[in-house]
């Protein structure tokens, strides 16, 4: 079982910064694939950035200007996002899903969420 706790949420002028942290637990942590996810109000949740070794992928709309990393020494994921915008207001959610060959990969694990807004 892995445990995930985010945070780094708060209030922020549209063109501002955030940083976002997700605390994993888990002996394994580098072979998890990590992902941050958010829900604004009234909408479905969605994709926002993924990560397993290095790099990542990122939701159009958050391309540019949103960079996901991890530190596997601190079992930790970032989420730092610039240049906010209101439209970013939402909850953060960070997940992790074990990756193995020859295994279809699912999202197993969520955090509680942390909120984000972006006032204008």
């Known amino acids: 079982q892995v445990q995930l706790v985010e945070s780094g949420g708060g209030l922020v002028q549209a063109g501002g910064s955030l940083r976002l942290s997700c605390a994993a637990s888990?002996?394994?942590?580098?072979?998890?694939?990590m992902g941050w996810f958010r829900q604004a109000p009234g909408k479905e949740r969605e994709f926002v950035a993924a990560?397993?070794?290095?790099?990542?992928s990122y939701a159009d709309s958050v391309k540019g200007r949103f960079t996901i990393s991890r530190d596997n020494a601190k079992n930790t994921v970032y989420l730092q996002m610039n240049s906010l915008k209101p439209e970013d207001t939402a909850v953060y959610y960070c997940?992790?899903?074990?990756?193995?060959?020859?295994?279809?990969?699912?999202?197993?694990?969520w955090g509680q969420g942390t909120q984000v807004t972006v006032s204008s």
């Open positions: 997940a992790a899903g074990r990756v193995v060959p020859g295994r279809q990969f699912e999202y197993e694990y």
């Open positions: 888990g002996r394994t942590f580098s072979r998890y694939q």
């Open positions: 990560i397993f070794w290095s790099g990542g």
